[in-house]
């Protein structure tokens, strides 16, 4: 069967016509991180390891939504969130309304192996990190230029959208946060099986742009953006409000046990029922079968399987 | 079948040697509850009104973990959650990390109807219950002297308690009834959420909602968010639908338990009370909790593992029950 691989760095409305100098780092990015989790798991390390590695290559990459480069609150804050799940044992750890803690997801893992909880949020988990000697820095580390002009039209985008009726899309600069706080990123994961149909997943964020201070969103919501469990693990990501109304990473499991069908089938199932425009996921089965549906313009991906197919990709193939 | 029907709960696990006193008083609470609600499904409120207006009462009312009476933090302090959910198209809200929001329950809802998200939590919630304007209280309003015996006891067995043990006492006489501390996430703690409190309703044409509120567990972590605000998890309200769940928190965001239960009718095509059941007994390992539910045509179910669960339901057709056991 041999083990397989899947990431993202975020779905959304990534215009076709994205410049190569935000093309070519991004995809850069995917390609060091799945290289990344390939050595891993070629060196045999269990997928709850390899998954928890990729994402905080992901966080560190400043391009994606997760760790550095978070986006930022209307405040011009960050608040981070991540979650961890293992498919064998359904362990999972969730943070949220991180600021200071480097690596997210690592914090996640700690909660889930160190606590006897399963979430931890704000005040509580940044003391949690401090406690565990997490590696943390000022909130400036993780704020980058690029986040602060999207921050900066998002809320330009609401101001005018107050004095005009019609939606502010149109009128945007391709590049822009559009109105709604959507932007060309969304969120990193990780989804990895190895030979023996051990399972995991990981995702991390920074949510939405221009969000309320304190929103969650489905990335630490077991069941919502992340899950798994002896079927498959799956990674979501998208309009965090669809994600969660509609517990898409739950789903695909349930809908593959009930219905009986393959995780490609289960994955764009799940995907179609989600209004169009609001996510994308990337899945792997304990029989090494990957899934990366999205109906969003794109989704930064990229999967590879023991037999040596490896692929990257932005746009098209959304069956895929 | 069709008409509406309604139940509330005050929390899975109760300890055997519960004093008759106190379980007459759970039974009352539950009852007065289920009148409040079906006084307004017989005005045609929407079910999502409904659901409110029920946790609302419970959430104010001393007796049950959630609102005022809420379990404490480590801190000696009290962090609410809760969640709502509307079947119809699945709108939903959900607040955690609330100090000083009197009905965490209303908050939610408010997120739901007032805010392009799903989830606010801590200061930020806390900052939008201010601009909304909902009543306030200190933290202080939220605790009861019952609770602080509790957090000691807690502290002093240097483990997760379940509510209802009874502090005078100091016997170890209730807990030993129940299971000797379990392993949580590898952890050598007894794990056992206090009472936490819902309401599923479906109304007259159909449309189900559910609700969820805690004060979450006993000598928790502060931060700790568990099983109620999470949708899919502790609430769930679909076309099918509506479902509330309590126990342990942990198991039973693992199991996603409500969603199950919609699950399983969804594509499984089992009924209402075969979903509960099969839920129930399948889908929890090692994990305890119950949870209520309605379904569109008017029918109502529940189920638990545990040692018991506070309860009560109401259909149209006259039927109505409250038990303990």
């Known amino acids: 069967m041999g083990w397989a691989i899947a990431i993202h760095g975020g779905a959304g409305d990534i215009p076709l016509s994205l410049p190569p100098e935000k093309r070519l780092p991004r995809e850069a990015g995917l390609r060091r991180c799945l290289d990344v989790g390939i050595a891993a798991l070629k060196s045999r390390n269990h997928p709850l390891d390899v998954v928890e590695l990729v994402v905080r290559e992901l966080e560190n990459h400043p391009n994606f939504n997760a760790g550095k480069g978070s986006v930022l609150t209307t405040t011009g804050t960050v608040e981070m969130e991540a979650c961890i799940m293992d498919g064998k044992t359904m362990k999972c750890g969730a943070v949220s309304g991180v600021s200071t803690v480097v690596n997210a997801i690592s914090l996640a893992r700690l909660v889930m192996e160190k606590t006897p909880h399963i979430y931890l949020a704000f005040d509580g988990a940044e003391a949690f990190a401090r406690e565990q000697g997490l590696e943390t820095v000022e909130m400036s580390h993780f704020i980058t230029p690029e986040n602060i002009e999207r921050l900066k039209q998002a809320q330009e985008a609401d101001r005018v959208q107050i004095d005009y009726t019609q939606p502010i899309q149109k009128e945007a600069p391709k590049d822009a946060a559009l109105a709604d706080g959507d932007s060309q990123i969304g969120t990193v994961g990780c989804v990895a099986v190895d030979n023996e149909g051990n399972l995991a997943t990981a995702t991390s964020t920074g949510g939405l742009v221009n969000k309320m201070v304190g929103r969650i969103g489905d990335t630490p919501v077991i069941g919502a953006g992340t899950y798994a469990n002896y079927l498959c693990a799956v990674s979501a990501t998208g309009r965090g409000e669809a994600i969660i109304r509609g517990t898409v990473a739950r789903d695909v499991a349930a809908v593959m046990e009930f219905k009986g069908i393959s995780l490609k089938e289960a994955a764009a199932y799940v995907i179609d029922r989600v209004p169009q425009g609001t996510a994308g996921l990337i899945a792997v089965s304990s029989t090494g079968e990957i899934a990366m549906p999205f109906n969003t313009t794109g989704m930064f991906r990229a999967c590879a399987t023991e037999d040596g197919y490896s692929e990257i990709a932005i746009w098209d193939s959304p069956s895929k | ?325």
Not at chain 2, 32 to 37: D, E, K, P, S
Not at chain 2, 233 to 256: F, N, P
């Open chain 2, 1 to 325: 079948m069709g008409g509406w029907a309604i139940a509330v709960h005050g929390g899975a696990g109760v300890d055997p040697n519960l004093p008759k006193e106190r379980q007459e008083e759970a039974k009352r609470l539950l009852t007065r509850c289920l009148h409040i609600g079906i006084s307004a499904l017989r005005s045609n409120l929407p079910a999502i009104d409904v659901v409110e207006l029920v946790v609302r009462e419970l959430e104010t009312d001393p007796l049950f973990n959630s609102g005022r009476g809420s379990a404490l933090t480590e801190k000696g302090t009290v962090e609410m959650e809760a969640s709502i959910m509307d079947g119809p198209k699945r709108r939903c809200g959900a607040v955690s990390g609330l100090t000083t929001v009197k009905n965490p329950v209303s908050l939610a809802r408010l997120v739901m109807d007032k805010t392009p998200h799903s989830y606010l939590a801590f200061a930020g919630a806390e900052e939008f219950a201010r601009k909304q304007g909902v009543e306030l209280v200190d933290n202080d309003y939220f605790i009861t002297e019952d609770n602080v015996g509790m957090l000691k006891l807690a502290k002093e067995a240097n483990s997760i308690l379940f509510d209802y043990r009874i502090p005078t006492l100091g016997t170890c006489g209730g807990g030993a009834a129940m299971e000797s501390p379990i392993q949580m996430n590898g952890l050598p703690i007894s794990v056992y959420a206090p009472e936490t409190v819902g309401c599923v309703v479906v109304d007259k044409e159909g449309r189900c909602a559910a609700a969820t509120s805690t004060g979450g567990l006993m000598n928790k972590m502060t931060g700790r968010i568990g099983d109620s605000p999470l949708i899919g998890s502790g609430t769930y309200a679909c076309d099918l639908v509506g479902v509330s769940c309590t126990g342990e928190g942990e198991a039973i965001i693992r199991s996603t338990l409500a969603r199950e239960v919609a699950a399983v009718m969804e594509y499984k095509g089992l009924s209402l009370h075969e979903a509960v059941d099969y839920v129930i007994k399948y889908r929890l390992d090692e994990g305890k909790a119950g949870l209520i539910a309605v379904s569109k045509n008017g029918e109502v179910a529940c189920g638990f593992n545990t040692t018991g669960m506070f309860r009560g339901c109401a259909t149209e057709d006259g039927f109505m029950e409250v038990g303990v056991w």
